[in-house]
């Protein structure tokens, strides 16, 4: 059974820095293409970041683009997301996704192709 299994999360001020982790422990890492998304309580879930299974290719939502960096170490099987410059409208439950592909250079860019999720890390950019 795939677990993901998030953290990182926490009260940061605005402008602040957080990273997020997301472990994969016991399955191929490496075939699957990885993503980060986010919802906030009354809202859809959108997704902020995709990377390719090599971490090659990446896609942001443009909220978030030149302040958010998704990466990914496949010998530890484990996703980041380096979120910089934040803002109170980044405040959510984040949440990390895996989509299987046989395509080495997919790369998540909607909602619906995510396989399994992790059960998320709440984010509080707050003064």
């Known amino acids: 059974q795939v677990q993901l299994v998030e953290s990182g999360g926490g009260l940061v001020q605005p402008g602040g820095s957080l990273r997020l982790s997301c472990q994969a422990p016991?399955?191929?890492?490496?075939?699957?293409?990885m993503s980060w998304s986010r919802q906030v309580p009354g809202k859809e879930r959108e997704l902020v970041a995709g990377?390719?299974?090599?971490?090659?290719?990446?896609v942001y939502a443009d909220s978030v683009k030149g302040r958010f960096t998704i990466s990914r170490d496949n010998a530890k099987n484990t996703v980041f997301l380096q979120m910089n410059a934040l803002k109170p409208e980044d405040t959510a439950v984040y949440f990390c996704?895996?989509?299987?592909?046989?395509?080495?250079?997919?790369?998540?860019?909607?909602?619906?192709?995510?396989?399994?999720w992790g059960k998320g890390t709440l984010v509080t950019v707050s003064s």
């Open positions: 016991g399955f191929t890492f490496s075939s699957y293409a």
């Open positions: 990377i390719s299974r090599s971490g090659g290719s990446t």
């Open positions: 996704g895996a989509t299987y592909s046989s395509l080495s250079a997919y790369v998540p860019r909607e909602l619906g192709g995510v396989d399994y």
